[in-house]
């Protein structure tokens, strides 16, 4: 009976060592499984970051692109401003009513042309002197009744598109 007695005890006591074995099985698995999880959740959120950067980053040079182009477009008109005052300075001093009406008319299709492309022009005259438009080249007397800081005239016309300026005006101001 003792025999039988140990013979059940080893038994018994082997089993128990079996699930033990299985339980640290078990928590060696379940803990490769808990770090795969979190290294999968790691990479995840990683390419969540270089995907979002990725837009922000094709956003910002799409945007670059349009700007540069805007810019070149711009500086291309800015070009053409010295050509307008030679039209108009050769309006002026024009006394043959054929060759004042042709010029007259090259005048209105550059005025369209700029007016197309989102052009204004400033005209600061009798307003008080604005350096974010005008540039003062000249400081004249105040005459009588007349207040001082005064745009008195336009030297050099001013263009501008939207808000941003292309051309200041070139302006003389009452003292």
Request: with cysteine; aromatic share 6%; net charge negative.
């Amino acid at each position: 009976m003792e025999n039988e007695e140990l013979k059940e005890t080893a038994e018994a006591e082997q089993k128990e060592e079996k699930p033990a074995k299985k339980k640290c099985v078990n928590k060696k698995a379940q803990e490769e499984i808990d770090n795969a999880v979190a290294e999968a959740e790691e990479s995840k959120r990683k390419w969540y970051a270089v995907t979002a950067e990725y837009e922000n980053y094709r956003r910002r040079t799409q945007n670059q692109a349009a700007q540069r182009y805007q810019d070149g477009r711009n500086d291309v008109i800015a070009s053409l401003f010295p050509i307008g005052d030679n039209l108009e300075r050769a309006l002026a001093a024009c006394s043959d009513e054929n060759t004042k009406q042709g010029l007259e008319m090259v005048l209105g299709s550059f005025k369209k042309v700029l007016e197309s492309e989102g052009v204004e022009e400033i005209d600061p005259t009798g307003q008080p002197f604005d350096a974010t438009y005008s540039e003062a080249i000249m400081a004249a007397p105040a005459a009588e009744g007349e207040e001082s800081g005064i745009v008195k005239q336009v030297y050099v016309k001013g263009y501008k598109k939207g808000e941003k300026v292309l051309r200041y005006a070139q302006v003389i101001v009452t003292q």
